[in-house]
Nanobody, 121 residues
Framework: QVQLVESGGGLVQPGGSLRLSCTTS????????MAWYRQAPGKQRELVAA???????NYADSVKGRFTISRDNAKRTLYLQMNSLKPEDTAIYYC???????????????WGQGTLVTVSS
């Protein structure tokens, strides 16, 4: 019943910016980490950025210095600010959550449906 819904994708010119959002619904006991993945045409899905429960972040080398991951716990929303976008950033971006739904139960992963980002002039 836990769901992640992405939004904010669209068409943008190279050098432009977009802000993706991922809103969580449903009851969750705890969240270990959340992340953004992307899958470009003809390529495998890759990790873009992640943020752990303590707030520490990690980024793929390809987006370091350009993308920023953050979250608003009160709004139950994860964000990905994307600046200086390049054509190679074109992909479907997916929100991912590593969480525990019920106390003492094993961790599980939940995925959003994805939002398309197209960077083209």
């Amino acid at each position: 019943q836990v769901q992640l819904v992405e939004s904010g994708g669209g068409l943008v010119q190279p050098g432009g910016s977009l802000r993706l959002s991922c809103t969580t619904s449903g009851s969750i006991f705890s969240t270990n980490a959340m992340a953004w993945y992307r899958q470009a045409p003809g390529k495998q899905r890759e990790l873009v950025a992640a943020i752990v429960s303590g707030g520490r972040t990690n980024y793929a080398d390809s987006v370091k210095g350009r993308f920023t991951i953050s979250r608003d716990n009160a709004k139950r929303t994860l964000y990905l600010q994307m600046n200086s976008l390049k054509p190679e950033d074109t992909a479907i971006y997916y929100c991912n959550a590593d969480l525990i739904i019920i106390a003492h139960m094993p961790r599980t992963e939940v995925w959003g449906q994805g939002t398309l980002v197209t960077v083209s002039s």
